[in-house]
């Protein structure tokens, strides 16, 4: 069922610029994905930068990561009923709220609302792929949209070793002051450059079903990230998983019998769209084990026997290749899903991704081993990030490609989620002692993680084979604005 409607209300009638619009719209994302890393190096240091307890500051992370995941698909639903381009400028002004409120803190609790502000920015990204699709014409559609879908992972690789610097050349509030910088550049950008759509879904917002999906994300999130710290069988932890499911099923029965629900589930339950947002969880799960090992590893110091004792600033160097390397993957994505369709590079990517992870398990006692396995998972993700999308807008009609992108985005956002409770466990339940009562992961408990990596990428590659093959891109007959990446209409409907 689709709730497809065209509203021209004061659409913006400049003439896209293509080059423009994607490098506008992939500098934004980028920006916005840079919040991920952004604490990163502060993390040893903020319970005494906040005044605070160890357990009570990482709420700082915990608070963008539930922001995030709310925002993402309500922010998504907005765009494709009342402009996109309008609700991306609302999410870089929050943005910038956030960052300046982060960085006038000085305690924990304008801290935690300063980056809950930045959470709420996490719709950039789907908002971005969606204005693509409106805007660009057919033959630039496919690298575009790589581009984008893969500035998540090359925001998070340059901003690792951009914050260390920060972090350790000035105040720590500069972080928060450039980030809010970036934001405004971001935001003028858009307002100079990207054109407002016409195509609009129209309609009432859903509220109840906002509602409830974002206590249900809330509670799944939150057992997942604070879990080890809480109990995994503590009566918490279990009654928030519980709460989740049972939120999620009258979710699902409100949202089946809404008019104009916030996520149309007989489109999500389309076998094409269904299985890739399954594997865009699962891979966002196999993503996430290079971020939480690979600095962790850099940063032991050399008596274990295998930690290699770099700084932070030296870690985030040997990262950032990786996220030069999904910027360059992206175009050769593009490229390979017009060939073969973007099935083949989505399995493509996950052969990668396993591939550099099988490096790692062998590959961990110098410097130059991390960068090539790094490089090779970052190889393997610009390729998978830059297909999702491809297969997703070929799936869907044209007026819900914000909703269905952030839906796409929130599934490898709850991957990552998972990743990092799973392989924070196994790092703190396999440990050696370096004495005075000082423990550290040892190296089977990293090997155990790159190994899981290389399951989990597997796993993904299995679910991505019974996705129904498309003709490639190429193939498609649209020349211009609102052409699809593949043609959806041929989909069936699921009733």
């Given at each position: 069922?689709?709730?497809?409607?065209?509203?021209?209300?004061?659409?913006?009638?400049?003439?896209?610029?293509?080059?423009?619009?994607?490098?506008?719209?992939?500098?934004?994302?980028?920006?916005?994905?840079?919040?991920?890393?952004?604490?990163?190096?502060?993390?040893?240091?903020?319970?005494?930068?906040?005044?605070?307890?160890?357990?009570?500051?990482?709420?700082?992370?915990?608070?963008?990561?539930?922001?995030?995941?709310?925002?993402?698909?309500?922010?998504?639903?907005?765009?494709?009923?009342?402009?996109?381009?309008?609700?991306?400028?609302?999410?870089?002004?929050?943005?910038?709220?956030?960052?300046?409120?982060?960085?006038?803190?000085?305690?924990?609790?304008?801290?935690?609302?300063?980056?809950?502000?930045?959470?709420?920015?996490?719709?950039?990204?789907?908002?971005?792929?969606?204005?693509?699709?409106?805007?660009?014409?057919?033959?630039?559609?496919?690298?575009?949209?790589?581009?984008?879908?893969?500035?998540?992972?090359?925001?998070?690789?340059?901003?690792?070793?951009?914050?260390?610097?920060?972090?350790?050349?000035?105040?720590?509030?500069?972080?928060?002051?450039?980030?809010?910088?970036?934001?405004?550049?971001?935001?003028?950008?858009v307002l100079s450059l990207v054109p407002e759509s016409a195509v609009r879904s129209g309609g009432r917002f859903d509220l109840v079903g906002a509602a409830g999906l974002s206590v249900a994300l809330v509670c799944l999130l939150l057992a997942i990230s604070k879990g080890s710290?809480?109990?995994?069988?503590?009566?918490?932890?279990?009654?928030?998983?519980?709460?989740?499911?049972?939120?999620?099923?009258?979710?699902?029965?409100?949202?089946?019998?809404?008019?104009?629900?916030?996520?149309?589930?007989?489109?999500?339950a389309r076998r094409q769209v269904l299985l890739t947002n399954l594997a865009s969880a699962v891979f966002g799960f196999a993503m996430f084990a290079m971020s939480l090992v690979l600095p962790t590893l850099l940063q032991l110091p050399v008596a274990t026997g295998y930690g290699?004792?770099?700084?932070?600033?030296?870690?985030?160097?040997?990262?950032?290749?990786?996220?030069?390397?999904?910027?360059?993957?992206?175009?050769?994505?593009?490229?390979?899903?017009?060939?073969?369709?973007?099935?083949?590079?989505?399995?493509?990517?996950?052969?990668?991704?396993?591939?550099?992870?099988?490096?790692?398990?062998?590959?961990?006692?110098?410097?130059?081993?991390?960068?090539?396995?790094?490089?090779?998972?970052?190889?393997?993700?610009?390729?998978?990030?830059?297909?999702?999308?491809?297969?997703?807008?070929?799936?869907?009609?044209?007026?819900?490609?914000?909703?269905?992108?952030?839906?796409?985005?929130?599934?490898?956002?709850?991957?990552?989620?998972?990743?990092?409770?799973?392989?924070?466990?196994?790092?703190?339940?396999?440990?050696?002692?370096?004495?005075?009562?000082?423990?550290?992961?040892?190296?089977?408990?990293?090997?155990?993680?790159?190994?899981?990596?290389?399951?989990?990428?597997?796993?993904?590659?299995?679910?991505?084979?019974?996705?129904?093959?498309?003709?490639?891109?190429?193939?498609?007959?649209?020349?211009?604005?609102?052409?699809?990446?593949?043609?959806?209409?041929?989909?069936?409907?699921?009733?």
């Amino acid at each position: 069922m689709s709730h497809a409607a065209t509203a021209p209300a004061s659409p913006d009638i400049r003439a896209p610029r293509p080059n423009a619009v994607v490098a506008v719209l992939a500098f934004a994302g980028i920006v916005v994905a840079l919040m991920q890393t952004l604490v990163i190096p502060l993390i040893p240091q903020l319970p005494r930068l906040l005044s605070a307890s160890p357990s009570d500051a990482t709420w700082a992370i915990t608070a963008t990561l539930l922001a995030s995941a709310v925002a993402t698909p309500v922010v998504g639903r907005l765009g494709d009923m009342y402009g996109k381009r309008r609700m991306l400028l609302v999410s870089l002004g929050l943005l910038v709220t956030g960052s300046v409120v982060a960085a006038l803190s000085s305690s924990l609790v304008p801290m935690i609302a300063g980056r809950t502000l930045q959470g709420l920015a996490a719709g950039v990204i789907p908002l971005g792929i969606s204005i693509m699709r409106d805007e660009l014409p057919a033959d630039r559609l496919g690298s575009a949209t790589a581009m984008m879908s893969a500035s998540l992972g090359v925001g998070g690789a340059l901003g690792l070793p951009a914050a260390a610097f920060l972090a350790e050349s000035t105040d720590w509030h500069m972080l928060f002051w450039t980030s809010a910088g970036f934001g405004v550049v971001a935001a003028v950008l858009v307002l100079s450059l990207v054109p407002e759509s016409a195509v609009r879904s129209g309609g009432r917002f859903d509220l109840v079903g906002a509602a409830g999906l974002s206590v249900a994300l809330v509670c799944l999130l939150l057992a997942i990230s604070k879990g080890s710290a809480w109990g995994w069988g503590s009566g918490l932890t279990v009654g928030l998983f519980a709460a989740a499911v049972v939120v999620l099923l009258l979710w699902g029965w409100w949202e089946l019998r809404a008019a104009r629900p916030l996520v149309d589930l007989r489109t999500t339950a389309r076998r094409q769209v269904l299985l890739t947002n399954l594997a865009s969880a699962v891979f966002g799960f196999a993503m996430f084990a290079m971020s939480l090992v690979l600095p962790t590893l850099l940063q032991l110091p050399v008596a274990t026997g295998y930690g290699l004792g770099q700084t932070m600033l030296a870690a985030g160097l040997v990262l950032a290749p990786s996220g030069l390397v999904m910027m360059v993957m992206a175009p050769l994505s593009a490229r390979v899903s017009r060939a073969r369709g973007p099935k083949v590079t989505l399995m493509l990517g996950a052969v990668v991704v396993a591939a550099g992870y099988g490096l790692g398990v062998v590959l961990m006692s110098a410097v130059w081993q991390l960068v090539v396995v790094s490089s090779l998972i970052g190889a393997g993700i610009g390729l998978a990030y830059g297909a999702m999308p491809a297969l997703i807008m070929g799936a869907v009609p044209v007026s819900e490609t914000a909703a269905a992108n952030s839906l796409n985005t929130l599934m490898r956002a709850i991957g990552t989620s998972i990743s990092s409770a799973v392989s924070g466990g196994i790092l703190a339940g396999l440990t050696v002692s370096l004495g005075g009562g000082v423990s550290v992961p040892s190296q089977d408990g990293f090997r155990v993680v790159l190994a899981i990596g290389a399951g989990t990428a597997l796993l993904a590659l299995v679910i991505m084979a019974f996705i129904p093959g498309r003709r490639p891109a190429s193939a498609g007959k649209g020349k211009g604005r609102h052409a699809a990446v593949t043609t959806h209409e041929k989909q069936p409907s699921v009733s």
